[in-house]
T-cell receptor
Framework: EPEVTQTPSHQVTQMGQEVILRCVPISNHLYFYWYRQILGQKVEFLVS????????KSEIFDDQFSVERPDGSNFTLKIRSTKLEDSAMYFC?????????FGPGTRLTVL | KQEVTQIPAALSVPEGENLVLNCSFTDSAIYNLQWFRQDPGKGLTSLLLIQSSQREQTSGRLNASLDKSSGRSTLYIAASQPGDSATYLCAVPKYSGAGSYQLTFGKGTKLSVIP
């Protein structure tokens, strides 16, 4: 059964460093999302992406964040200069229509 | 702004019991509602999607109901098993434009099924 994959599973970085989180959505899906979950808190929407551009972004998704679909399969989230408060699980999701399918997540730890 | 609440926050039941998890949402103008399972430190597994036109949706021992007018959904788990232990999340979509929908999540109900 097709699934969303994410790499790496865990990323440790120093404050101020750039990180790139990678996702491979389900191949025939058209809409792509990033969400994050800070430990003990709700899953929060970051950004949605369709037809090679951002459809919507939340207040969290400031200028430090960017997304890209560099080829036909990968979907990346870049954080330019990480802060301590960026430590969280980051989930990628994709959908063809209604039901969103999530990847296993990348745990980002900022020291 | 849509708010999603799940009660209870945690639930512990003996194996074999039937149980109900609750989800409420403040804006009843939803397209659908999705229930997920999350194991500790893991991703979200989609369990059921119930469309706004449906009252119920079933998958195996799981049954989700939706009452849009009252802003409520329930997830019924029959004959619970220790393997059902996980956190259960509900989420409702908000149209984000260009056909995409951002999900608003509840905080989840942490279920423990005791053998």
């Amino acid at each position: 059964e097709p699934e969303v994959t994410q790499t790496p599973s865990h990323q440790v970085t120093q404050m101020g460093q750039e990180v790139i989180l990678r996702c491979v959505p389900i191949s025939n899906h058209l809409y792509f999302y990033w969400y994050r979950q800070i430990l003990g808190q709700k899953v929060e929407f970051l950004v949605s992406f369709y037809n090679n551009e951002i459809s919507e972004k939340s207040e969290i998704f400031d200028d430090q964040f960017s997304v890209e679909r560099p080829d036909g399969s990968n979907f990346t989230l870049k954080i330019r200069s990480t802060k301590l408060e960026d430590s969280a699980m980051y989930f990628c999701a994709s959908t063809l229509r209604s039901e969103q399918f999530f990847g296993p997540g990348t745990r980002l730890t900022v020291l | 702004k849509q708010e999603v609440t799940q009660i209870p926050a945690a639930l512990s039941v003996p194996e074999g019991e039937n149980l109900v998890l609750n989800c409420s949402f403040t804006d009843s103008a939803i397209y659908n509602l999705q229930w997920f399972r999350q194991d500790p430190g893991k991703g979200l597994t989609s369990l059921l999607l119930i469309q706004s036109s449906q009252r119920e949706q079933t998958s195996g021992r799981l049954n989700a109901s939706l009452d849009k007018s009252s802003g409520r959904s329930t997830l019924y788990i029959a004959a619970s098993q220790p393997g059902d232990s996980a956190t259960y999340l509900c989420a409702v979509p908000k149209y984000s434009g260009a056909g995409s929908y951002q999900l608003t999540f509840g905080k989840g109900t942490k279920l423990s099924v005791i053998p």
